[in-house]
């Protein structure tokens, strides 16, 4: 009703126009300030006009804005080990699509309110095509209810499996041969599982982390 992106109102949300976000930030301001309590993860869902497949938006330091954001070091794995799981339970999934700059113009976004006030690493945005698949069994298809469920049920499956007696971890591969460029070659993730020793690896430093975010 007021013409506002209610994802862009988290830094100062006003308790009579934005009173959801409002009551939702402060009782997780109480949680971190009074009780000392800093949220796992914090996640919102949505739909995507533009881009396909299913992703999500996170936050890293080392692809912020602000200059100060970078010059504090930060253990990768801490915000990629659950984009990896889901895409290892989900065919619609696509890491390649993920994204973890820190735009100013995203600064009053929830996913990075949450991160850069309340501390919480594993904030992320999981954004659901409106325009169908480009990879996997569902290219060149539309993705339909049962499909948004499944992703849902993978999203659990993934924190689940980030409890320590699962057995999942993400190890970074460095490869420490040096390109013609003289920059190293980009970290290799794998994702392992100590249950049946299998693992996937893929690409996780894209040097402009693109993607178009709405």
């Not at 126009?17 to 009780?35: A, D, F, N, Q």
């Not at 299913?54 to 659950?82: Q, T």
């Not at 993400?170 to 390109?179: A, K, M, P």
């Amino acid at each position: 009703m007021t013409d506002e992106d209610l994802n862009r109102c988290w830094i100062k949300p006003n308790q009579n126009l934005h009173p959801v976000i409002y009551h939702t930030k402060g009782m997780v301001e109480y949680l971190v300030r009074i009780l000392g309590r800093i949220p796992y993860l914090y996640c919102d869902f949505h739909g995507h006009s533009r881009r396909k497949n299913v992703f999500v938006y996170g936050c890293s330091r080392k692809y912020s804005w602000h200059e100060p954001d970078r010059s504090v070091p930060e253990n990768p794995a801490e915000f990629l080990m659950i984009p990896h799981l889901i895409d290892h339970f989900n065919p619609t999934f696509s890491l390649s699509n993920c994204n973890f700059k820190v735009e100013k113009t995203r600064e009053s976004t929830a996913r990075v309110t949450f991160w850069r006030e309340f501390g919480v690493k594993q904030s992320y945005t999981l954004e659901s095509t409106y325009c169908g698949m480009d990879q996997g069994p569902l290219s060149g298809y539309h993705i339909n209810t049962s499909h948004l469920k499944e992703v849902g049920t993978s999203f659990c499956e993934a924190l689940l499996c980030t409890d320590d007696e699962t057995g999942w971890r993400l190890t970074l591969i460095l490869d420490q041969t040096e390109t013609e460029t003289g920059r190293t070659n980009s970290p290799l993730f794998h994702l392992v599982s100590q249950a049946d020793d299998s693992y996937e690896t893929s690409d996780a430093d894209d040097d402009d982390c693109s993607g178009e975010e709405i």
